[in-house]
Nanobody
Framework: QVQLVESGGGLVQPGGSLRLSCAGS????????MTWVRQAPGKEVEWVSS????????TYADSVKGRFTTSRDNAEKKLYLQMNNLKPEDTAVYFC??????RGQGTQVTVSS
């Protein structure tokens, strides 16, 4: 059974940092592109970043480019999202996704003073 569990969210002030983690199980983690998406209250799901199965290639939404960094540890079956210089508009539930699905349960990130 494929399972993705996100963690690391919380409340942070503008300009602060958080590191999200996603633990994968039930599938060959290293075979798949992994993706972070987010959903703000009342808004549609927004793609944030993807990373290739090997970790050699990463892509980012313009809204987070230069502030967020995606990485992965295939040996540990973990995906990470380092978020720096956070802004109030980054407030959302963040989800990790395996290429082709499913999506985890999400972790809340709130950026507020």
């Amino acid at each position: 059974q494929v399972q993705l569990v996100e963690s690391g969210g919380g409340l942070v002030q503008p300009g602060g940092s958080l590191r999200l983690s996603c633990a994968g199980s039930g599938f060959h983690f290293s075979w798949y592109t992994m993706t972070w998406v987010r959903q703000a209250p009342g808004k549609e799901v927004e793609w944030v970043s993807s990373i290739s199965h090997s970790g050699d290639e990463t892509t980012y939404a313009d809204s987070v480019k230069g502030r967020f960094t995606t990485s992965r540890d295939n040996a540990e079956k973990k995906l990470y999202l380092q978020m720096n210089n956070l802004k109030p508009e980054d407030t959302a539930v963040y989800f990790c996704e395996k290429d082709g699905g499913p999506r985890g349960q999400g972790t809340q990130v709130t950026v507020s003073s």
